[in-house]
């Protein structure tokens, strides 16, 4: 578009009454998000507060052709909501109200704060599982990616707990997930398709009691094994995490705090898998515990110990502990950078195995967590070398584990999405079938460009 063209969308933007920034006033804050890449200004940011005015400023936008980019928090990984193109930044950070709760089902906008959907929850009684590990994420954003973390081996992701939603399509028209089944595409395509601005969730009573069970492991592959027997034994675990010692052990150094085993009787752990027990109480807890331990007295569970963490304050350093894992690796590495995504549980062994060899090809380190059952994976990748130094390398490093990845048929998106992060190394097929959706929801091609396609 020519720069007369955008003064006369600018001007009649500026009628519709929106709280408009443009030219200088824009924050840099709106020109990247925690994806370590570039910074790209949009023309304008619109700061929508309600349905309404989502919809008038898409009815503008898909006149004159201007692409946007929907912005929640910013706390995205892949630069999913980044301006590439240019364009309007459509913030829905002021769209943050509670609208209404009962009867287990909590209705908000989506500029709501994940920290604050699980307090609303609570207030109520009430318990929202998702924990995808940024407290300060918006729900929209969740939404967006379909977002999971460590507790959808049980409950599932995002898209478990939304019964409905109000989105705003390309036109500026307003729909319901729930008025036609395709629009449940919207959930997990990163604002590509339709803006969504309210959501109904499901809350579900919270477990009466639970307790954090370590196991440490001289193989991976025996971490493996027992996060399957353990689940396939029904005890339903909320949380199965493996934790790589390689990583727990350079956490332990850069906090201070070392909480995971890294040796047992004189010899270093391999990894460490993390389970939460749940039950209606503590006496059914305890029950659940000692079968799991009948299991490794059997053999099934090939483990060297089981540590029991049953105390508010021990399961509050333990989750203290892992979720110091990310910030531990941007402070305590000279470079880094995360690959996550997701495979099938019975080749991530061989995923772990590639990731570290690849890496030290490279002149790089692999330290690695694994949702487990649930296939999602964070590989951070570090160098005691500045990023400049590394370039090259890096994205050798990225190119080889996403190809693995698709090799294994799994999923680069995994939790963060594809952004423009991941867009080059997405499969043809996964591209080709997006392309049809957006073809339908988006003719003129203005939402969210450059992203997933």
């Known amino acids: 578009m020519g720069e007369d063209a955008m003064k006369d969308f600018i001007s009649k933007l500026k009628e519709l009454n929106l709280k408009t920034i443009t030219g200088e006033m824009i924050g840099d804050d709106f020109c990247h998000d925690e994806y370590p890449g570039g910074h790209y200004c949009p ?163 919270r477990p009466g009691a639970d307790a954090i069970l370590l196991f440490p492991f001289m193989e991976h592959e025996d971490a493996i094994a027992a996060a ?28 201070g705090n070392p909480v995971f085993p890294v040796e047992m009787d004189g010899e270093r752990v391999t990894a460490t898998l993390m389970v939460t027990i749940e039950g209606e109480d503590d006496d059914d807890v305890m029950e659940k515990m000692e079968a799991i331990a009948g299991l490794a007295e059997e053999g099934a569970i090939n483990c060297l110990d089981i540590l029991v963490g049953d105390t508010s304050t021990m399961k509050r350093e333990f989750w203290d502990a892992y979720s110091s894992f990310h910030a531990s690796m941007e402070s305590g590495a000279k470079s880094a950078f995360e690959v996550n995504v997701d495979v099938p549980v019975d080749v991530m062994t061989e995923m772990i195995s590639f990731a570290k060899e690849i890496a030290e090809v490279n002149g790089f380190k692999a330290y690695i967590h694994a949702h487990v059952m649930s296939g999602g994976m964070h590989i951070h990748i570090a160098s005691d070398k500045t990023r400049e130094e590394t370039a090259a390398s890096a994205e050798a490093v990225r190119s080889a584990l996403y190809a693995k990845v698709n090799e294994l048929d799994g999923d680069i998106a995994g939790e963060y999405g594809i952004g423009y992060a991941k867009v080059e190394y997405l499969c043809d097929d996964c591209r080709t079938e997006f392309e049809k959706k957006k073809v339908k929801f988006d003719p003129k091609g203005i939402l969210n460009p450059g992203k997933i396609i």
């Open 43 to 205: 023309e304008a940011v619109v700061e929508a507060s309600s349905t309404q005015e989502v919809a008038e400023l898409m009815k503008l936008c898909n006149e004159f052709g201007i692409y946007v980019t929907v912005r929640g928090a910013g706390t995205g990984q892949s630069g999913g909501s980044v301006p590439v193109k240019g364009g309007i930044v459509l913030s829905l950070k002021n769209m943050n109200k509670v609208l209404g709760y009962e009867n287990g089902v909590l209705r908000v906008q989506s500029g709501v704060m994940l920290q604050e959907v699980k307090a609303e929850a609570e207030k109520n009684g009430m318990y929202y599982p998702p924990d995808p590990g940024e407290p300060t994420a918006t729900i929209g954003g969740n939404a967006a990616t379909n977002a999971g973390g460590p507790s959808a081996v049980k409950y599932g992701k995002t898209r478990d707990y939304i019964l409905d939603a109000v989105i705003v399509l390309a036109d500026g028209s307003v729909e319901t997930l729930s008025n036609q089944e395709e629009f449940s595409s919207v959930i997990g395509s990163e604002g590509a398709l339709a803006v969504i601005t309210e959501l109904n969730l499901k809350v579900i009573e």
């Open 228 to 255: 399957k027997a353990i689940c396939n034994a029904d005890f339903a675990p909320a949380v199965v995490e493996l934790l790589d010692t390689d990583l727990v052990e350079f956490s332990a150094q850069v906090t």
